[in-house]
């Protein structure tokens, strides 16, 4: 789960389940921001200092990924 969405702040990720890592990608694919091996299924990650826009988290763990979109919107 990702929220709010739309963001302003920060967003706040909740998984079932551990992840090798979670990374944040812009529209373009871009990775601007990840962190790997935290161990936390419960993670608020700052957005304040990125543009306005679309972007996607990416939670990867093995051979498996999810990918949730979100909005920057202030």
Same mark, same amino acid.
């Given at each position: 789960?990702?929220?709010?969405n ?16 979670i990374?944040?990608?812009? =529209? ?33 763990n093995?051979?498996?990924? =999810? ?8």
């Amino acid at each position: 789960t990702v929220y709010p969405n739309p963001a302003c702040a920060h967003i706040n990720l909740n998984y079932k389940q551990h992840f090798d890592e979670i990374y944040i990608s812009n =529209i373009l694919g871009q990775k601007i921001f990840s962190v790997k091996n935290s161990g936390d299924l419960n993670i608020t990650i700052d957005i304040s200092k990125y543009s306005e826009g679309y972007y996607y988290v990416i939670a990867v763990n093995n051979n498996q990924s =999810i990918t949730k979109p979100f909005v920057i919107n202030r």
